[in-house]
């Protein structure tokens, strides 16, 4: 049997109408900084938890819908399995051919809440030469705590890509993976900090790339690199102990 979005508490329901506004929100922010081209590329959500007995959901973009047509209420909910719920939409509305891949993420993944997949210009090219962004720029241990590296050549349509995504990213500091010859798939505790690592894995895709055209980039001591992620992690920002930049 098919579950319902009605039949769910009222609680999930209003945690699920929430997620797809923030879900529909950022997919504009893909275009917006370049990151994708015509239907390409997606943003999904893990859905808060309001009751132990409702299977974890997540909120998706659909498949092939041009990202001037997506609103709240066009987004796919799906179980962590990767099956699409009676949400209300139409069924003829599936959702992203990506669904398998974050779903296995969130499955085996407890502490991400948001997923990001682009083919941004740049952080691709690097995945099609199966090469990991060295760590060349204070910006990536800042963001990344190192090297952005390079995933398994996965077939698109069942989890495989997620399992290299897991496996690659489980125990790395990386919040941002180059799929080989496909592009670059990002996390983060939520959708809006899974968007931002895209946004950062691109711009640091391209400058290194700038770099090595001028010749070889320094690379950046471990330990200043740790240095660096422990404090923009830990203290920089707004927070009550945070250091101004």
């Known amino acids: 049997m098919t579950l319902s979005l009605a039949s769910l508490p009222q609680a999930t329901q209003d945690a699920v109408a929430a997620t797809r506004e923030r879900v529909a929100a950022l997919h504009a922010e893909l275009p917006r900084n ?10 999904s959500e893990r859905v808060p938890a309001t009751d132990p007995d409702v299977p974890g959901l997540l909120v998706i973009k659909p498949s092939g819908v041009s990202y001037d047509e997506l609103s709240a209420s066009v987004m796919v909910v799906c179980t962590l399995d990767g099956q699409k719920i009676d949400d209300g939409t139409p069924d003829s509305l ?36 199966g090469e990991e962004i060295p760590c060349v720029l204070t910006m990536m241990a800042d963001e990344f705590g190192g090297p952005i590296p390079i ?23 990386s919040r941002a993976v180059l799929m080989q010859n496909h592009g670059p798939f990002t996390i983060g505790k939520d959708a809006k900090d899974a968007v931002k690592a895209a946004v950062m894995a691109e711009e640091v895709a391209r400058t290194v790339h700038i770099s090595r055209q001028l010749g070889e980039p320094l690379p950046i001591e471990q330990t200043h690199v740790d240095a660096l992620f422990d ?6 920002g707004q927070g009550e102990e945070a250091a101004t930049a």
């Open 34 to 43: 370049g990151l994708v081209v015509w239907t390409a590329g997606n943003v």
């Open 94 to 129: 599936t959702p992203s051919s990506d669904t398998a891949a974050h779903a296995y993420v969130y499955e085996h993944m407890d502490e991400v809440g948001g997923v990001v997949h682009t083919h941004s210009t740049y952080a691709t090219a690097w995945a099609a030469r």
């Open 151 to 173: 995933g398994p050549f996965a077939i698109i349509g069942d989890d495989s890509i997620g399992r290299g995504i897991v496996e690659t990213l489980r125990g790395s500091r």
């Open 231 to 236: 404090r923009y992690q830990n203290v920089y």
